[in-house]
Structure formats: structure tokens, C-alpha cells
């Protein structure tokens, strides 16, 4: 069994972005300050707000343990019924994924609050927020963070080989990192983008953020939106690049059909998550 890693993040307010300093798990020393500012953010601060009561439970797959926390939540049958629903959703979207990938999760927190953004990971570890949000949706974002976790988690270089142009938070990545492959097509470093680029070089508007939104984001598009993001490619040769590493690298190959979704191939949605799909589809992939 992999060892747990539970890792605290802080999370954001924002859509799906965490603050700049968190786009990547943070160093160990940065660990105790970040679960202060998360406990200080997030205690209820009204009686109409759950207690962050929570309870421990673990996905098993194959000899792999993903440890998961239930916090926020009140003794109400709707509640009880919808977070039955949530644990069920992600367990199923967490199989539909390959092993090799699904496999770097060892950490999930679940939460049930009005003060949190809908999704956060990176390396091993998930944030994901059950309340107020679709089945789609969730499933959507819990996607996109494994994109992160694949990123950051299952992609590694070797010290030894040297630090690329690319940061993650206060994390070097290594120039072997298979990642830089995909960073290099839209982005010079992790800031700024090479001459030249456009937003239609991009899936969404969300993946213009920085090279790790962008590996999420088309993550995430790859899985739920294949032949869009096919079609949209044989029109743009960045496009196309991250079309075929996505299917090369990442899926061994492996290429998928979810919907018969019409997109402009002048336009870019800011936000790949919200974008329909087939979820049936999808929890059934693998």
C-alpha cells in the first residue's frame, strides 16, 4: 500500500485557481503555515454553518489506499444523501482513469462548505469541494486535478539532470521531466508565454494562466472532450502538439469520443469544467 501523504493545502476562493505561491504542493516547512491559514479560513463563522466535523474513510484499488476526509457537514438526510452520491461519483471517476495515473492519489479531502473554491491538488493530494455543485461538474474538476496529479505526481526528473526554465511554486522542475515536453510548446518559462501565441493555441481561457493550468486543462479536455479538441487541433499546429503528446505520453495512444459538442474553432470557453460532456460516458471508459 502507498503510504499516505497528507499534504495541506490552503484553498482558494477562486474558480479553480489556488494563489500563486500553491500552484504546486508546497515544500515541507511551508506545510504547518499553510494548515494555519486553511483552519483560519475555514472554521464555520456563524451557527447556520456545519461544524467541521469529518470522518476517515479509504478507496481500495489494486493495492492502492486513497485515504479520504469528509469536513463540514451537518446531521441532515439531504446532506447524508447528497454526499453518498459525491463519494460514489468520485470513486467511479477516479477508476474510469488509468491505474498508472489514478495510482499517484493518496490523499483526498472532501469538503462541504460555502468558503472554499470547487478544486485544488497537486503531487498526491486532492481538495474538492461536494456542495452546490452538479454531478458533471464535480466530475469535471476532480478530472482536471488529476491532471495536476498527473503533472506533478506521476511526471518527475531527476535532479541530476539539471533544473529547467519551469517552477512550480518553489519546485524546480528538472529539464528530464517529461512535462517540459508539453510546458516548451506555449510557454518560454513558467510565466511567460512565447511570441507569437494566441488564446486560440490554448483549450480554454483558465489554461492561459501558466504551463500547469494549461497541462490541466487540456488534461482535462483530452478525457472529456476528445474529438473537440481533435477537431480544434487540425487547425491550430500548437493545438495539434498537445493534442498528440496528451495521446502519446500520457494515454500511450489511447484516444477518446465523448460527445458530438459543437465548438467554434475561433473561439476558446474560459472554463474546460464547465463544458458538457457524457458523464456515463466517461465513468465508463475503463
Not at 506555449?186 to 497541462?215: C, H, I, Q, R
Request: with cysteine; proline share 4%.
Amino acid at each position: 500500500m502507498i503510504p499516505v501523504l497528507s499534504l495541506i493545502f490552503a484553498l482558494s476562493t477562486t474558480l479553480l485557481e489556488a494563489p500563486e505561491e500553491l500552484h504546486g504542493v508546497p515544500p515541507v516547512s511551508y506545510i504547518y503555515q499553510y494548515q494555519n491559514q486553511y483552519q483560519q479560513q475555514y472554521q464555520p463563522s456563524s451557527p447556520e454553518e456545519p461544524d467541521f466535523s469529518w470522518k476517515t474513510n479509504d478507496f481500495s484499488d489494486e493495492g492502492v489506499s486513497v485515504n479520504y476526509r469528509i469536513e463540514g457537514v451537518r446531521s441532515s438526510d439531504t446532506i447524508v444523501r447528497r454526499l453518498g452520491e459525491c463519494e460514489e461519483l468520485l470513486f467511479r471517476a477516479y477508476m474510469s482513469l488509468p491505474y498508472e495515473q489514478r495510482s499517484q492519489l493518496t490523499y483526498l479531502r472532501i469538503l462541504w462548505t460555502k468558503n472554499s473554491g470547487r478544486g485544488l491538488g497537486g503531487e498526491s493530494a486532492i481538495y474538492i469541494k461536494c456542495n452546490d455543485i452538479s454531478s458533471s461538474e464535480l466530475a469535471s474538476v476532480f478530472v482536471h486535478e488529476m491532471g495536476h496529479i498527473t503533472d506533478t505526481g506521476l511526471f518527475e526528473g531527476r535532479s541530476s539532470a539539471g533544473a529547467s526554465r519551469f517552477i512550480d511554486n518553489r519546485k524546480k522542475v528538472f529539464s528530464d521531466d517529461p512535462s517540459v515536453a508539453f510546458y516548451s510548446v506555449s510557454w518560454k518559462d513558467s510565466k511567460t508565454m512565447w511570441k507569437g501565441n494566441s488564446s486560440l493555441d490554448f483549450v480554454s481561457g483558465y489554461a492561459m494562466s501558466d504551463p500547469f493550468e494549461d497541462f490541466a486543462e487540456s488534461y482535462n479536455f483530452y478525457l472529456l472532450h476528445g474529438s473537440q479538441f481533435k477537431y480544434l487541433s487540425s487547425f491550430n499546429a500548437r493545438l495539434a502538439r498537445k493534442y498528440a503528446y496528451i495521446r502519446d505520453v500520457i494515454f500511450h495512444g489511447e484516444e477518446f469520443e465523448n460527445n458530438s459538442l459543437k465548438l467554434n474553432a475561433k473561439k476558446r470557453s474560459y472554463d474546460s469544467t464547465l463544458l458538457p460532456f457524457s458523464l456515463e460516458k466517461f465513468l465508463n471508459f475503463y
